[in-house]
């Protein structure tokens, strides 16, 4: 698909934006794959900030939860207890602000980029607001069903990737930029929802999810028994 047959919604969708469109819409699984090669490490008519952020956000984020870990924070939901009300108080706020001000902010405008950060602030504020509602002994039901999700965490964030791909791009069944917000979050949770019950059946004979086994014998250089 043509960069100028590509519909534009909103006038002041970026250019990268568009580009991406057009290449996630092609019905060739490798020109998406080059389209995120030269995403990443190509020319680009982003700002520097917007750049920089693509760069470093994941990896920031990834860091945070290796710290998170490290520290028992979402272990020991009780003996953080202050230390999570004082995250949820201050960054739901915060993030909501951000969000809300990039909304406002002119297209493809320095504010619009530096308020990017609100995303992720205002997750760690939901984060931590659920793991404080989650450790009420009244939300053991909940726990419970949800945990083999979280037993298989690296499974579920690969796989509801793959199906997102599936589901949207031009290799699959296309319906990047034909499905409304609404539309989008109900596919999404109808994908969690399946993953979610695909859990629950595995973690009946083995011990971690597919991905979850092969990280552990790739961190332990050893062949590890997947079945309980």
């Not at 909103?10 to 250019?15: A, E, Q, R």
């Not at 794959?33 to 490490?41: C, D, Q």
């Not at 860091?63 to 739901?92: E, M």
């Not at 069903?145 to 589901?167: D, N, Q, R, W």
Request: neutral net charge; aromatic residues 14%; glycine residues 10%.
């Amino acid at each position: 698909m043509a960069l100028s047959d590509m519909p534009v919604a909103d006038p002041g969708m970026m250019y990268e934006g568009l580009k991406s469109l057009a290449a996630y819409s092609d019905p060739s699984f490798w020109r998406t794959v080059e389209h995120n090669l030269e995403r990443f490490f190509g020319p680009s008519e982003e700002m520097s900030v917007v750049r920089l952020w693509r760069y470093t956000d994941i990896l920031g984020l990834f860091l945070l939860g290796l710290w998170t870990g490290r520290a028992g924070v979402l272990h020991d939901v009780s003996r953080h207890r202050r230390f999570l009300i004082s995250v949820a108080a201050v960054a739901i706020p915060v993030g909501l602000f951000m969000e809300l001000s990039r909304a406002l902010a002119p297209p493809e405008s320095p504010p619009q980029a530096a308020f990017m950060a609100g995303t992720p602030v205002l997750a760690m504020g939901y984060i931590a607001a659920a793991a404080l509602l989650l450790n009420l002994a009244s939300a053991e039901p909940v726990r419970r069903f949800f945990a083999p999700a979280g037993k298989m965490a690296l499974t579920v964030y690969l796989m509801s990737g793959l199906a997102g791909e599936i589901i949207f791009y031009g290799w699959g069944f296309n319906l990047i930029g034909e499905v409304g917000t609404m539309g989008v979050l109900g596919i999404s949770i109808l994908v969690y929802a399946g993953l979610l019950g695909l859990c629950h059946l595995w973690l009946r004979p083995f011990r971690y999810g597919p991905w979850e086994w092969l990280w552990r014998c790739l961190t332990y250089l050893q062949w590890l028994p997947i079945r309980k």
